[in-house]
């Protein structure tokens, strides 16, 4: 099947080696439904687009092997593995319950100023301020993690980069839906609820796996197999 790959916006290029902007190019792709299992990557049109060699190229597709979304066979290339629907939704409660973890930590360890400005990240969100939602998004998960210890926001930090990066321009409607999740997250962080905040943290992030398999299925990523 003849796959394009999209040009990117300067001002969205993730800072990092170039290996890294590459892998979040292609995990972009792959889970927002636009290279589907069994598609093989074309290393050479990714490094066009993106103006890199082929050394980043190849280097960013051992990392995307070892995270299970690529297939990656000596002398024949790389192809999208073929995931499943419980792989994307298996990957995202991971994601929660390290997350719960930190949502935990941060209603019994957080400051007021620190809950102050949790409170004022949602509400710039909830009203629409005409920022950047994920950046919004960004910003208040990183309120959160910072109550967790530096080993946990590590774990966190590959965790987000796992996800797609544009996730609210992927899934329509999800920034209602994700304000009604943060809503509960602040509620039980500001009640100082440690179970509450991790219980909630998790529904959030099971809630976003089961939105990201259903985008994949409307988009008929397992419709059929990617010719080969």
């Known amino acids: 099947m003849n796959v394009e790959y999209p040009p ?5 290029r993730r800072r990092g080696s170039l290996a890294d902007e590459v892998v979040t190019y292609v995990r972009d792709l792959i889970l927002a439904g636009a290279l589907k299992p069994g598609a093989k990557i074309d290393q050479a049109a990714i490094g066009e687009v993106l103006d890199v060699s082929r050394s980043p190229v190849r280097e960013a597709l051992v990392i995307l092997g070892r995270e299970g979304l690529v297939e990656v066979t000596p002398r024949r290339g790389a192809s ?10 298996d990957h995202y409660e991971l994601f929660g ?7 935990a930590m941060a209603a019994e360890s957080l400051k007021d100023d620190e809950i102050a400005e949790l409170t004022a990240i949602h509400e710039r969100f909830e009203h629409d301020s005409g920022e950047d939602l994920s ?20 774990l966190l ?9 544009r996730y609210y321009e992927f899934i ?42 259903e985008l994949l299925q409307r988009h008929g990523y397992w419709d059929e197999e990617a010719e080969q």
């Open 8 to 12: 990117v916006d300067p001002g969205r």
């Open 80 to 89: 999208v593995a073929h995931l499943t629907p419980d792989d994307i939704i």
């Open 157 to 165: 930090r590959h965790l987000v980069s796992s996800v797609p990066s």
């Open 97 to 103: 319950v390290v997350a719960g973890r930190a949502a």
């Open 172 to 213: 329509e409607g999800w920034d209602s839906q994700a304000v009604q999740h943060h809503a509960a997250i602040l509620e039980a962080i500001s009640a100082r609820d440690a179970d509450g905040a991790r219980r909630a943290m998790e529904e959030h992030l099971h809630r976003s796996g089961l939105a990201a398999a």
């Open 135 to 154: 950046a919004l998004n960004n910003a208040f998960h990183r309120v959160i993690n910072s109550a967790a210890p530096r080993r946990t926001r590590w």
